[in-house]
């Protein structure tokens, strides 16, 4: 059966060219020039279609389409990492949609029974047998709660079954080939790729636990509790279980839907400004953000909020990760360029004996140009896309959730500006970003900061005398240095994500087929 599949991997890659893609980019190295052999082989596979006429970004969209709805998956999790894919290759992969066709209800009900030990028909008053979306990992069905469950709309996400057996195998598939293009490729070490596919296993392992994805919900539901800005589902945790997840129905207008809002009386200009204002709140006060804002997963009901849905993909940042962004954010609309190379230094994402004035005048080459448009026309995501690409030239391994957060932000940003092209981000967020300093250096940030540490010290400071007796006595000067180094450096760790998955394809189309 592997086999079968590698096979298909190599048919798909050839036909859309996805081995010249790589011949064009690395033609004189010895595993390039052992490809070249073997891509002639598959020439007769293209066919007489204009595939290899269209942009090379789109030819690999297309590809990984066609390889199925894993692969397409792994698509939309590379183009969240802007700071090493190509711009074009970044742009096309994020209009994936991951469209699967829903698997028979017939087996929607078997898992159901098996899960709850009776009948559907006896755990709900109704339940809708055509699902009303479906996707790579699971599919949702409207129904009712029984009447002494209080008889509440429902909707009920349910994992495909047997879907786990397809990841593990396609995710063999990738790590095989992210180990042929390091071997291939003279960046793929550079890059990463193993490290690329382990990441999206993470993401892919994650939503196949929607007990996850219910606590995911139930947070950012405690987070907006009362808000009228935004409405999220509440869980319903007695029916819900690792392959189920039974929530509020929500009722709402899709927000791609723009003429229906408008024909609804929503003020679009204001829901364009509330979104922004419901991202920063997360991001700034909450430090725990839904990164997967996409029009499909947000709806608007008549009042004019926001429902969010579909929680398998978050972010979380630390203070840390919060003082970063907002110093960087204000410098950067300062144009103080030496305090955003600062605050990097300072955050330890960037070498200690970095030169300030060299990643100082790198910043300004790369930012200034922003400043030829009107404020409110400057995207955050450009900004700290631009930040991060430069940041990766002195070293610095930028952290998977800030590039999770720049992704959404990107997401965020062009769903504003659909719906109010003359919304200010600036304005918007100022002040987020404000109060978000001021939470952290100000007297605020200095009364909370007390109330966070006062239990430890009232344990620690009584035994300080007698631990220092106990670290003299012992001579763990040493070990706790060695401590505190492994502390640090488990701060700092970063990920990195692979930008050559178009080569990834492409060594595994050639290599793998010439082992067949």
């Known amino acids: 059966m592997r086999l079968l599949r590698l096979f298909k991997i190599a048919r798909v890659a050839s036909r859309y060219g996805l081995d010249q893609m790589i011949l064009e980019h690395e033609p004189g190295s010895v595993g390039v020039r052992r490809l070249m052999r073997l891509a002639a082989v598959l020439q007769f596979w293209r066919g007489f279609g204009d595939q290899l006429q269209v942009p090379r970004a789109v030819r690999l ?69 055509e699902p009303v979306a479906s996707a790579s990992v699971a599919q949702v069905h409207f129904a009712t709660l029984r009447a002494e469950d209080g008889g509440h709309e429902v909707a009920v996400k349910i994992l495909r079954p047997g879907i786990a057996p397809i990841i593990d195998h396609d995710i063999g598939l990738l790590q095989a080939a992210a180990g042929l293009l390091e071997i291939l490729w003279a960046d793929g070490k550079r890059l990463k790729p193993r490290e ?12 196949l636990d929607l007990m996850r994805e219910a606590a995911n919900c139930s947070l950012l539901g405690r987070n907006f509790k009362d808000s009228p800005l935004l409405r999220v589902p509440e869980v319903y945790w007695d029916w819900c279980d690792h392959s189920v997840m039974v929530m509020e129905r929500m009722h709402g207008t899709p927000i791609s839907q723009i003429d229906a809002l408008r024909a609804q009386g929503v003020d679009l200009k204001a829901l364009s400004r509330n979104g922004v204002e419901i991202f920063f709140t997360q991001v700034f006060r909450d430090g725990f953000f839904h990164a997967d804002m996409h029009p499909g997963n947000i709806f608007v009901a008549p009042n004019g909020q926001y429902i969010a849905l579909d929680f398998g993909i978050v972010g979380t940042l630390t203070d840390i990760d919060k003082n970063y962004l907002a110093h960087n954010f204000l410098a950067f609309f300062r144009r103080d360029y030496k305090r955003v190379a600062e605050v990097h230094i300072e955050s330890g994402w960037a070498p200690a004996g970095t030169r300030v004035d060299e990643f100082e005048a790198s910043i300004r080459a790369v930012c200034e140009p922003f400043f030829d448009r009107p404020l409110k026309d400057i995207s955050f995501g450009r900004v700290l896309l631009r930040l991060f690409q430069t940041s990766r030239r002195f070293n610095v391994e930028v952290q998977p959730q800030l590039m999770l957060l720049q992704k959404t932000l990107l997401n965020i940003e062009g769903l504003g500006r659909q719906l109010d092209p ?9 002040p987020f970003l404000e109060r978000s300093m001021s939470a952290q250096l100000g007297w605020r940030g200095l009364i909370s900061n007390l109330k966070r540490e006062a239990p430890q010290w009232a344990t620690l400071l009584p035994a300080l005398p007698r631990l220092a007796h106990q670290a003299l006595a012992r001579d763990d000067g040493a070990a706790l240095r060695a401590q505190l180094a492994l502390i640090q450096a488990e701060q700092i760790r970063q990920s990195r994500l692979l930008s050559g998955m178009v080569l990834l394809l492409a060594a595994l189309a050639g290599v793998l087929l010439w082992l067949i």
Not at 119 to 126: G, L, N, T
Not at 422 to 430: E, F, G, N, V, Y
């Open 61 to 129: 969209r297309l590809a990984l389409e066609a390889l199925g709805p894993i692969f397409v998956k792994f698509g939309q999790v590379l183009s969240t990492r802007r700071d090493l894919l190509p711009q074009d290759i970044a742009d096309e992969l994020a209009k994936l949609q991951d469209q699967v066709p829903p698997f028979p209800s017939a087996l929607a009900l078997a898992e159901l029974e098996k899960i709850y030990g009776k009948p559907v028909d006896q755990v709900f008053a109704s339940f809708e047998r």
């Open 196 to 207: 690329v596919v382990a990441e999206f296993e993470k993401y892919l392992h994650d939503e």
């Open 422 to 430: 003359d919304l200010d981000l600036w304005q918007t967020a100022k």
